[in-house]
């Protein structure tokens, strides 16, 4: 049987950077999605940082940091142009949110290749 340990629990809202109260935290969750995507380009495609560098027009120790997560020099619309010199089409769509929800939304959608 499993002690209770004392310590508070807090239920995520889904987004680590809400949680955390980062300014802003649905760009920066986009920004980290776009980022997890390039680097799985990247180590799908067998690229060295090198390589992805020459690809993407960076220097190897920008996409060091960009594959590490440092992202505060990267915008979203970076990462987006990042995207597809790596290969891949980016679509952006815009809709009205329902009504149930206060303010719009921005989110990654990654498609799944049948």
């Given at each position: 049987m499993a002690k209770k340990s004392g310590i508070p629990v807090t239920a995520s809202?889904?987004?680590v950077f809400t949680d955390l109260g980062v300014p802003q935290p649905e760009?920066?969750?986009a920004k980290a999605q776009l980022a997890s995507r390039i680097r799985q380009v990247i180590r799908q495609s067998r690229l060295t940082q090198a390589?992805?560098?020459a690809l993407m027009?960076?220097?190897?120790p920008k996409v060091s940091a960009l594959l590490n997560g440092r992202l505060a020099n990267f915008s979203s619309e970076?990462?987006?142009r990042l995207l597809t010199r790596l290969g891949q089409d980016i679509e952006i769509v815009v809709k009205v949110k329902p009504r149930r929800r206060h303010a719009g939304?921005?989110?990654v959608i990654d498609?799944?290749?049948a």
């Open positions: 809202s889904g987004n760009e920066e969750l390589a992805a560098a027009g960076l220097d190897q970076r990462l987006m939304r921005i989110r498609q799944v290749r």
